[in-house]
């Protein structure tokens, strides 16, 4: 069975740092494009983040590019997101999502870790 | 990038009755290379992570009830609920995956009247 576990959520003041994780588990993480999904108080779905299955592929939102820095373990079967220079604005439901390995739409979801970026 | 616009807002709906949401992209969604339409439907039940219902365009994903079907071209498309059940309420989102950025309809929440 495929597992997405998210961590690493939490408050945290505006301009400081977080990083999530989230781990893979049932399938084999190496073969999989991961992204990043974020979901802001009461409000609809964002994409934040992709990583092609060999790292060497990485795609952003405007709105992160520069902050952010999604990454993956293949030995530790982890995704991550560094988030840099926080604001007010990142605070966010966000979730792990495997792409499927050949259509690409998200057919995996974590629970989601909350992050809320406050003083 | 490409905008992704969902209508209604809000949809009350009656058992068994049939049931419909609008999706309308900036641009087209098909590709033209490929001859796929990148766009994808994505139901978020209350307190649950969003689940996928049809990809590209018109697939059922797996273990999705026949009851729900996805159609449309170019840029306006269509999540039909052929008969509505209790268990189908939540917020649906259209998706497109044509381009980066990735980007989401606004929602339609589904609500039983």
């Known amino acids: 069975e495929v597992q997405l576990v998210e961590s690493g959520g939490g408050l945290v003041q505006p301009g400081g740092s977080l990083r999530l994780s989230c781990a893979a588990s049932?399938?084999?993480?190496?073969?999989?494009?991961m992204s990043w999904v974020r979901q802001a108080p009461g409000k609809g779905l964002e994409w934040v983040a992709n990583?092609?299955?060999?790292?060497?592929?990485?795609y952003y939102v405007d709105s992160v590019k520069g902050r952010f820095t999604i990454s993956g373990d293949t030995s530790k079967n982890s995704l991550y997101l560094q988030m840099n220079s926080l604001r007010a604005e990142d605070t966010a439901v966000y979730y792990c999502?495997?792409?499927?390995?050949?259509?690409?739409?998200?057919?995996?979801w974590g629970q989601g870790t909350l992050v809320t970026v406050s003083s | 990038d490409i905008v992704m616009t969902q209508t209604p807002l809000s949809l009350p709906v009656t058992p068994g009755e049939p049931a419909s949401i609008s999706c309308r992209s900036s641009?087209?969604?098909?590709?033209?290379?490929?001859?796929?339409?990148?766009l994808d439907w994505y139901l978020q039940k209350p307190g649950q992570s969003p689940q996928v219902l049809i990809y590209?365009?018109?697939y059922r994903a797996s273990g999705v009830p026949e009851r729900f079907s996805g159609s449309g071209s170019g840029t306006d498309f269509t999540l039909k609920i052929s008969r509505v059940e209790a268990e189908d309420v939540g917020v649906y989102y259209c998706?497109?995956?044509?381009?980066?950025?990735?980007?989401f309809g606004g929602g339609t929440k589904v609500e039983i009247k």
């Open positions: 641009q087209s969604l098909l590709d033209s290379d490929d001859g796929n339409t990148y």
């Open positions: 999502a495997r792409a499927h390995d050949s259509v690409d739409y998200f057919d995996s």
């Open positions: 049932g399938f084999t993480f190496r073969s999989y494009w």
């Open positions: 590209s365009l018109s």
């Open positions: 990583i092609k299955q060999d790292g060497n592929e990485k």
């Open positions: 998706m497109q995956r044509l381009k980066f950025p990735l980007t």
